[in-house]
């Protein structure tokens, strides 16, 4: 069902695509059209009660549909980050957040070379550390370079600042980080889940996004602004959407609703 309806997709980006050739038109290479569902598959079950909902009442709701979810302890997320984030290209291999590198699966470590954990919120921002709870919600981690992963450190996002070291196209300055284009709608989406999922409810901070960089440890991360637009130009993949249902139907049994309706973004903030 899934394969089917991505097919349809591409198909119909193909088709206008070829279209605005035909009368001239030159598309740049990150568009910003506003975000559109990616499935409508799960919206009779899984998001029955947050259909039609909009503003705090669909962030409240879908609060409350993803936070029924089965937890795993950070030792485990080693191999379940290898079943999420495999290369669909060679299934030895993971592809890596930021440098978009395909890496063996059993280089993982914390040397150069390897590929660790990465809190896509940085567990500094609001301290949960590593305990089971948001430090090890796959929906925002992810495997990375041990060395672009330090680089990133607890950083907020934001547009700018120069090339990272084998980072894919990704930027940084001192207090921000900008992944490479292909990743910027993936962190976005992370960074959003973990709002809407983390309301201070559960003996874990209420996470949420703000304007400012330099957020430290408190329990916000920025800038929202470049989120929003972040998750516009980068609409969900195949890829992305792949490791949602991997995570779905495997392990947490919950969703990130931003990768199945990515306009909702919007509707919220
Ligand atoms: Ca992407
Ligand atoms: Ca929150």
Redesign the pocket.
Known sequence: MLATHIRHRRWKSVALTTAAVLVGLTAPALTASPAAATTTEYDDTYYADAIGKTGTALKDSL?EIISDQTKISYSAVWNALKATDQDPNNSSNVILLYSGVSRSKSLNGGDTGDWNREHTWAKSHGDFGEAIGPGTDLHHLRPADVQVNSIRGNKDFDNGGSSVTNGGGSLTDSDSFEPRDADKGDVARMILY???????DDGWA???PNEKVNNGSAPYMGKLSVLKQWNDEDPPSAFEERRNEVIYDTYQHNRNPFIDHPEWVESIW
């Open positions: 609060h973990m709002a809407v999922r983390y309301e201070g209420d996470l949420e």
